[in-house]
Antibody
Framework: EVQLQQSGPEVGRPGSSVKISCKAS????????MNWVKQSPGQGLEWIGW????????DYAEKFKKKATLTADTSSNTAYIQLSSLTSEDTATYFC???????????WGQGASVTVSS | DIQMTQSPPVLSASVGDRVTLSCKAS??????LDWYQQKHGEAPKLLIY???NLQTGIPSRFSGSGSGTDYTLTISSLQPEDVATYYC????????FGAGTKLELK
């Protein structure tokens, strides 16, 4: 069974950074990209980008190029997203999602909440 | 950027109804469109990929169609467990979700 287990809720101060993890199991980690999606409170979904764990290559939405950094550790089958220079606009739930194609997201993590508060 | 407009924003229907959700792109997206279902407090779930392909494990009452700029998700016979928000998502040029259609029971 494919599973994506995300880390717990994070609280970050304005201007700081947070890093969320997404541990994959049940499939070969390097065979699929990992997408990341943002959902602000009560709002819709925004695609942030994806990383190919095998090559480390990435693709970002323009809006998130200076905000998010995607990495992956093939030794632990874990993908990461780091969010920098936090503002209130970054308060949201962040989902990781396995991608085929690479944009068809066929398995999702449970989501990780980030709250930006001083 | 391609804009995705979903209609209606909220839809109330009865169990057993045939339900149609619409998604319109601001330009041709060449069928590069998926549909996701998100129940309250849960992660989204892939229902349909590349316009009309049913994801494994999804009930056959769900179907997708469309081309060019206009796409549709149909539920042939609404079930109580289908209450959710449905998002269309294009990846033809950039990556854009629609704002969602919230499906409620009447």
């Amino acid at each position: 069974e494919v599973q994506l287990q995300q880390s717990g809720p994070e609280v970050g101060r304005p201007g700081s950074s947070v890093k969320i993890s997404c541990k994959a199991s049940g499939y070969t980690f390097t065979d699929y990209v990992m997408n990341w999606v943002k959902q602000s409170p009560g709002q819709g979904l925004e695609w942030i980008g994806w990383i190919d764990p095998e090559y480390g290559s990435t693709d970002y939405a323009e809006k998130f190029k200076k905000k998010a950094t995607l990495t992956a550790d093939t030794s632990s089958n874990t993908a990461y997203i780091q969010l920098s220079s936090l503002t209130s606009e970054d308060t949201a739930t962040y989902f990781c999602a396995r991608g085929t194609g690479p944009y068809v997201m066929d398995a999702w993590g449970q989501g990780a909440s980030v709250t930006v508060s001083s | 950027d391609i804009q995705m407009t979903q209609s209606p924003p909220v839809l109330s229907a009865s169990v057993g109804d045939r339900v149609t959700l619409s998604c319109k792109a601001s330009q041709n997206i060449n069928k590069n469109l998926d549909w996701y279902q998100q129940k309250h407090g849960e992660a989204p779930k892939l229902l349909i990929y590349y316009t009309n392909n049913l994801q494994t494990g999804i009930p056959s009452r769900f179907s997708g169609s469309g081309s060019g700029t206009d796409y549709t998700l149909t539920i042939s016979s609404l079930q109580p467990e289908d209450v959710a928000t449905y998002y269309c998502y294009q990846y033809n040029s950039g990556n854009t979700f629609g704002a969602g259609t919230k499906l409620e029971l009447k």
